[in-house]
């Protein structure tokens, strides 16, 4: 076998490797070899544009790879904004609610200018989910005293029945273990307010020990008496929901959803006129 046929593909390949080189040489010299243009145009270009097109897509390939990190962080970054702006209309609604409830507060003081009040806050409760029994942060310190009405622009909300150095216990009028002085403002008849287990339940109260004759209606307003002498007279209560006759139809007894919410109590009002020497017992 001649030994040009033995190493034929070899030569083939150097043959090619040194016609493209030698192209790219008179290329760079600015000269042009004839016929090359041929096989520049028909060989070289087509490799040069594969080779392009493969890198091309590759370079696309981690370019869409970059952008995707980039949009995963933009959008983590817009969920955190979203979550940043959620909180901040929370707070709005919370400090606008703030707001209407300490301006309620406010137009009730001055609208009863004739007692001395101070502003506290809530700061404790008994169990459960009435505010029966609570705390506020006003005691020694702001002159509370054993007695005081508190109040809210609800109406009577309860009476102060310890007093610490700086906070105080309010027993409120639907507990079991409140009493209260009250006046169907309508007719004027006079019965007592009196918390109930079953009625605390409700958030309700009943004004017991009413007479028989008494024209009370359902509708009717409920506000404090000057019999007793522990709370100022004409303290708004709430409105009676249903009147029913005692047993033995000794007196009658109305049923009194109170102005305040005993469900929601934040901030209240201690009057600070009281009568002294009236124990009205702890619970």
Do not use: C
């Amino acid at each position: 076998m001649p030994w040009w046929e033995k190493y034929r593909d070899f030569i083939i390949v150097g043959l090619v490797v040194l016609v493209i080189l030698m192209s790219i040489g008179a290329d760079l010299q600015g000269k042009a070899i004839p016929g090359m243009e041929f096989i520049s145009g028909s060989f070289i270009k087509p490799v040069s544009n594969t080779f392009y097109q493969i890198g091309s897509k590759i370079s696309d390939f981690f370019y869409s790879l970059k952008n995707i990190g980039g949009m995963k962080s933009e959008n983590e970054r817009l969920k955190s904004m979203e979550g940043s702006y959620d909180n901040l209309k929370l707070e709005a609604e919370k400090l606008k609610q703030e707001n209407k409830r300490l301006k309620d507060l406010l137009d009730y003081k001055e609208s009863d200018s004739d007692y001395d009040m101070i502003g506290a806050q809530v700061i404790g409760k008994s169990s459960g989910g009435w505010f029966d029994i609570f705390a506020v942060n006003v005691g020694k310190d702001r002159d509370i005293k054993k007695g005081m009405a508190v109040v809210t622009d609800g109406g009577l909300t309860g009476t102060v029945i310890e007093v610490h150095d700086k906070w105080s216990k309010v027993l409120s009028i639907i507990d079991e273990n409140s009493s209260v002085s009250v006046k169907i403002n309508k007719t004027g008849d006079n019965g007592i307010l009196h918390g109930d287990i079953d009625m605390k339940a409700k958030g309700l109260a009943s004004a017991i020990y009413l007479p028989m004759t008494s024209n009370v209606k359902k509708g009717d307003e409920v506000i404090t008496s000057n019999l007793g002498g522990v709370y100022p007279e004409g303290l708004y209560i709430g409105k009676v929901i249903k009147v029913e006759n005692s047993h033995g139809d000794l007196y009658k007894t109305a049923i009194i959803k109170p102005g305040v919410d005993f469900q929601r109590l934040e901030d209240v009002l201690v009057i600070k006129t009281s009568k002294t020497g009236i124990d009205l017992g702890e619970e």
